[in-house]
T-cell receptor
Framework: RKEVEQDPGPFNVPEGATVAFNCTYSNSASQSFFWYRQDCRKEPKLLMSVYSSGNEDGRFTAQLNRASQYISLLIRDSKLSDSATYLCVVNKAAGNKLTFGGGTRVLVKP | EPEVTQTPSHQVTQMGQEVILRCVPISNHLYFYWYRQILGQKVEFLVSFYNNEISEKSEIFDDQFSVERPDGSNFTLKIRSTKLEDSAMYFC????????????FGPGTRLTVL
Protein backbone atom coordinates (compact mmCIF):
# COMPACT_ATOMS: atom_id res chain seq x y z
CA ARG A 1 0.00 0.00 0.00
CA LYS A 2 1.31 3.46 -0.91
CA GLU A 3 2.16 5.69 2.05
CA VAL A 4 0.13 8.59 0.68
CA GLU A 5 -2.45 7.93 -1.98
CA GLN A 6 -4.28 10.45 -4.16
CA ASP A 7 -6.65 10.34 -7.10
CA PRO A 8 -4.44 11.66 -9.93
CA GLY A 9 -7.41 13.31 -11.71
CA PRO A 10 -7.62 15.45 -13.68
CA PHE A 11 -10.59 17.15 -12.09
CA ASN A 12 -12.08 19.41 -14.75
CA VAL A 13 -13.81 22.24 -12.93
CA PRO A 14 -15.88 25.08 -14.38
CA GLU A 15 -14.73 28.48 -13.20
CA GLY A 16 -16.67 29.48 -10.09
CA ALA A 17 -17.53 25.90 -9.12
CA THR A 18 -16.50 23.98 -6.02
CA VAL A 19 -14.16 21.01 -6.16
CA ALA A 20 -13.12 18.65 -3.42
CA PHE A 21 -10.75 15.74 -3.25
CA ASN A 22 -9.15 13.50 -0.64
CA CYS A 23 -6.00 11.67 0.07
CA THR A 24 -5.37 8.70 2.35
CA TYR A 25 -2.26 7.94 4.35
CA SER A 26 -1.13 4.61 5.72
CA ASN A 27 1.10 5.55 8.66
CA SER A 28 -1.05 6.13 11.74
CA ALA A 29 1.99 7.70 13.45
CA SER A 30 1.87 10.65 11.03
CA GLN A 31 1.69 13.87 13.00
CA SER A 32 1.42 16.77 10.62
CA PHE A 33 -0.34 17.16 7.33
CA PHE A 34 -0.16 19.61 4.49
CA TRP A 35 -1.48 20.51 1.11
CA TYR A 36 1.14 21.81 -1.29
CA ARG A 37 0.47 23.17 -4.73
CA GLN A 38 2.76 22.42 -7.64
CA ASP A 39 2.64 24.13 -11.01
CA CYS A 40 4.17 22.41 -14.03
CA ARG A 41 7.95 21.96 -13.56
CA LYS A 42 7.99 24.23 -10.51
CA GLU A 43 8.67 23.63 -6.86
CA PRO A 44 5.98 22.53 -4.40
CA LYS A 45 4.55 25.54 -2.60
CA LEU A 46 2.86 25.24 0.76
CA LEU A 47 -0.85 25.90 0.36
CA MET A 48 -1.93 25.14 3.90
CA SER A 49 -1.22 23.04 6.91
CA VAL A 50 -4.08 20.77 7.98
CA TYR A 51 -5.02 20.82 11.64
CA SER A 52 -7.08 18.29 13.57
CA SER A 53 -9.98 20.67 13.93
CA GLY A 54 -10.00 21.49 10.23
CA ASN A 55 -9.07 24.88 8.92
CA GLU A 56 -9.97 27.39 6.28
CA ASP A 57 -7.87 29.86 4.35
CA GLY A 58 -9.98 32.03 2.08
CA ARG A 59 -11.55 29.80 -0.55
CA PHE A 60 -9.66 26.71 0.65
CA THR A 61 -10.86 24.38 3.39
CA ALA A 62 -8.89 21.40 4.68
CA GLN A 63 -10.13 18.60 6.90
CA LEU A 64 -8.31 15.82 8.70
CA ASN A 65 -9.90 12.54 9.73
CA ARG A 66 -7.38 10.66 11.86
CA ALA A 67 -9.68 7.71 12.51
CA SER A 68 -10.05 6.99 8.82
CA GLN A 69 -6.62 8.36 7.94
CA TYR A 70 -7.66 10.76 5.25
CA ILE A 71 -7.24 14.44 4.47
CA SER A 72 -9.46 16.50 2.24
CA LEU A 73 -9.18 19.78 0.39
CA LEU A 74 -12.11 21.81 -0.85
CA ILE A 75 -11.75 24.76 -3.19
CA ARG A 76 -14.71 27.13 -3.47
CA ASP A 77 -15.36 29.62 -6.26
CA SER A 78 -12.58 28.12 -8.40
CA LYS A 79 -10.39 30.54 -10.34
CA LEU A 80 -8.47 29.81 -13.53
CA SER A 81 -5.31 30.36 -11.48
CA ASP A 82 -6.23 27.42 -9.23
CA SER A 83 -5.26 25.07 -12.07
CA ALA A 84 -2.36 23.09 -10.66
CA THR A 85 -1.42 19.78 -9.10
CA TYR A 86 -2.30 19.55 -5.42
CA LEU A 87 0.06 17.44 -3.35
CA CYS A 88 -1.01 15.75 -0.16
CA VAL A 89 1.93 15.59 2.22
CA VAL A 90 2.42 13.96 5.62
CA ASN A 91 5.16 14.20 8.19
CA LYS A 92 5.86 11.75 11.02
CA ALA A 93 7.47 14.20 13.42
CA ALA A 94 9.05 17.62 13.65
CA GLY A 95 12.27 17.75 11.65
CA ASN A 96 11.40 14.60 9.73
CA LYS A 97 11.08 14.02 6.03
CA LEU A 98 7.90 14.84 4.17
CA THR A 99 6.16 12.00 2.37
CA PHE A 100 4.34 13.10 -0.76
CA GLY A 101 1.37 11.72 -2.59
CA GLY A 102 1.44 11.59 -6.34
CA GLY A 103 -0.77 14.66 -6.63
CA THR A 104 -4.26 15.48 -7.86
CA ARG A 105 -4.40 17.52 -11.02
CA VAL A 106 -7.08 20.23 -11.15
CA LEU A 107 -7.96 22.07 -14.35
CA VAL A 108 -10.25 25.07 -14.02
CA LYS A 109 -11.89 26.02 -17.28
CA PRO A 110 -13.79 29.17 -18.27
CA GLU B 1 9.62 37.34 2.11
CA PRO B 2 12.60 35.06 2.75
CA GLU B 3 13.00 32.21 0.29
CA VAL B 4 15.18 29.23 -0.50
CA THR B 5 17.42 29.73 -3.52
CA GLN B 6 19.14 27.12 -5.67
CA THR B 7 21.84 27.19 -8.33
CA PRO B 8 22.15 26.31 -11.10
CA SER B 9 18.60 26.17 -12.42
CA HIS B 10 19.63 23.61 -15.03
CA GLN B 11 22.71 21.37 -15.14
CA VAL B 12 23.61 19.10 -18.03
CA THR B 13 26.35 16.55 -17.44
CA GLN B 14 27.84 13.43 -18.92
CA MET B 15 27.28 10.08 -17.25
CA GLY B 16 30.04 9.38 -14.73
CA GLN B 17 30.77 13.04 -14.01
CA GLU B 18 30.47 14.66 -10.61
CA VAL B 19 27.92 17.40 -10.01
CA ILE B 20 27.37 19.75 -7.11
CA LEU B 21 23.97 21.33 -6.59
CA ARG B 22 23.84 24.38 -4.39
CA CYS B 23 21.18 25.75 -2.10
CA VAL B 24 20.89 28.71 0.24
CA PRO B 25 18.22 27.89 2.84
CA ILE B 26 16.15 30.48 4.68
CA SER B 27 18.54 32.13 7.11
CA ASN B 28 17.04 31.28 10.50
CA HIS B 29 16.06 27.73 9.58
CA LEU B 30 17.73 24.79 11.27
CA TYR B 31 16.64 21.78 9.21
CA PHE B 32 17.66 21.23 5.61
CA TYR B 33 16.51 18.70 3.08
CA TRP B 34 17.02 17.46 -0.44
CA TYR B 35 14.23 15.92 -2.44
CA ARG B 36 14.06 14.86 -6.04
CA GLN B 37 11.31 14.47 -8.60
CA ILE B 38 11.77 12.39 -11.70
CA LEU B 39 9.63 13.73 -14.56
CA GLY B 40 6.04 12.59 -14.16
CA GLN B 41 6.62 11.02 -10.76
CA LYS B 42 6.09 12.08 -7.18
CA VAL B 43 8.47 14.08 -5.04
CA GLU B 44 10.84 11.74 -3.14
CA PHE B 45 12.87 12.41 -0.03
CA LEU B 46 16.64 12.03 -0.28
CA VAL B 47 18.21 13.32 2.93
CA SER B 48 17.70 15.57 5.92
CA PHE B 49 20.41 17.50 7.71
CA TYR B 50 20.41 19.04 11.16
CA ASN B 51 23.11 20.28 13.49
CA ASN B 52 25.79 19.66 10.85
CA GLU B 53 24.99 16.03 10.32
CA ILE B 54 22.66 13.81 8.36
CA SER B 55 19.59 13.00 10.46
CA GLU B 56 17.84 10.73 7.98
CA LYS B 57 18.43 9.41 4.48
CA SER B 58 16.44 7.34 2.03
CA GLU B 59 17.44 4.25 0.09
CA ILE B 60 18.07 6.47 -2.91
CA PHE B 61 20.81 8.34 -1.03
CA ASP B 62 23.57 5.80 -1.55
CA ASP B 63 27.35 6.20 -1.42
CA GLN B 64 27.31 8.27 -4.62
CA PHE B 65 25.54 11.09 -2.78
CA SER B 66 26.85 13.41 -0.11
CA VAL B 67 25.71 16.64 1.50
CA GLU B 68 27.61 19.44 3.11
CA ARG B 69 27.03 22.78 4.76
CA PRO B 70 30.44 24.28 4.10
CA ASP B 71 30.05 27.83 5.34
CA GLY B 72 26.92 28.30 7.43
CA SER B 73 24.80 29.55 4.55
CA ASN B 74 25.18 27.15 1.62
CA PHE B 75 23.88 23.59 1.63
CA THR B 76 25.18 21.38 -1.16
CA LEU B 77 24.32 18.03 -2.67
CA LYS B 78 27.10 16.22 -4.48
CA ILE B 79 26.60 13.28 -6.81
CA ARG B 80 29.98 11.65 -7.33
CA SER B 81 29.44 9.65 -10.50
CA THR B 82 26.16 10.49 -12.18
CA LYS B 83 23.98 7.86 -13.82
CA LEU B 84 21.29 8.32 -16.43
CA GLU B 85 18.65 7.58 -13.80
CA ASP B 86 19.84 10.55 -11.71
CA SER B 87 18.15 12.85 -14.23
CA ALA B 88 15.47 14.66 -12.23
CA MET B 89 14.51 17.93 -10.57
CA TYR B 90 16.35 18.31 -7.29
CA PHE B 91 14.64 20.47 -4.69
CA CYS B 92 16.23 21.85 -1.57
CA UNK B 93 13.98 22.66 1.37
CA UNK B 94 14.41 24.15 4.80
CA UNK B 95 12.34 24.46 7.94
CA UNK B 96 12.53 25.99 11.39
CA UNK B 97 11.67 22.60 12.84
CA UNK B 98 8.67 23.82 14.78
CA UNK B 99 5.90 21.47 15.84
CA UNK B 100 4.36 21.48 12.41
CA UNK B 101 7.68 21.52 10.54
CA UNK B 102 6.48 23.44 7.52
CA UNK B 103 9.13 23.02 4.87
CA UNK B 104 9.78 25.62 2.20
CA PHE B 105 11.17 24.60 -1.14
CA GLY B 106 13.62 26.22 -3.50
CA PRO B 107 12.90 26.50 -7.23
CA GLY B 108 14.88 23.37 -8.01
CA THR B 109 17.79 22.35 -10.19
CA ARG B 110 16.95 20.33 -13.26
CA LEU B 111 19.72 17.77 -13.70
CA THR B 112 20.06 16.10 -17.08
CA VAL B 113 22.54 13.24 -17.37
CA LEU B 114 23.50 12.28 -20.92
Amino acid sequence: RKEVEQDPGPFNVPEGATVAFNCTYSNSASQSFFWYRQDCRKEPKLLMSVYSSGNEDGRFTAQLNRASQYISLLIRDSKLSDSATYLCVVNKAAGNKLTFGGGTRVLVKP
Amino acid sequence: EPEVTQTPSHQVTQMGQEVILRCVPISNHLYFYWYRQILGQKVEFLVSFYNNEISEKSEIFDDQFSVERPDGSNFTLKIRSTKLEDSAMYFCASSSGGAYNEQFFGPGTRLTVL
